[in-house]
């Protein structure tokens, strides 16, 4: 029975793979704030790494692909960011060594608050109400 049910449901799904690369490559920031689309980038990835098992020895090869694949998930992230962030993405790019995708999330959530803290500053008109 369990030889049975492995063979039915332990498939790969080439399809829904493509889909998830597909959705992944075009996922975009847009008007979202940074955490709505960081968290859609994260889900697509969880279920693209429940569909496909990765190498987990210990071994150099391991290691490197497991790198490859994290250095991926920056890029992908960096792309998928608004305009706005073109000066930070290229320092992050400059980075060596390149900083995680959670280091570079860091980083640009801070910038996306500090611009959030700026726009709230009250202008001199704004000063009336603020009393």
Known sequence: ??????????????????????????????????SVYYT????????????????SCGCETSKAYLEHEEQHKLLQFLMGLNGS?????????????LPSVGQASTIINQVESHRGIIVGVPTHGDMAYVF
């Open 85 to 97: 962030y073109a000066g930070r993405r290229s320092q992050m790019l400059k980075m060596n060594p």
């Open 40 to 55: 859609k980038l994260k889900q697509l990835w969880d279920e693209y790494a429940s569909l496909v098992t990765l190498p």
């Open 1 to 34: 029975v369990w030889k049975d049910l492995k063979e039915r449901f332990d498939k790969v799904n080439g399809s829904r793979i493509f889909l998830l690369h597909r959705e992944i490559r075009s996922l975009m920031q847009g008007t979202c704030i940074l």
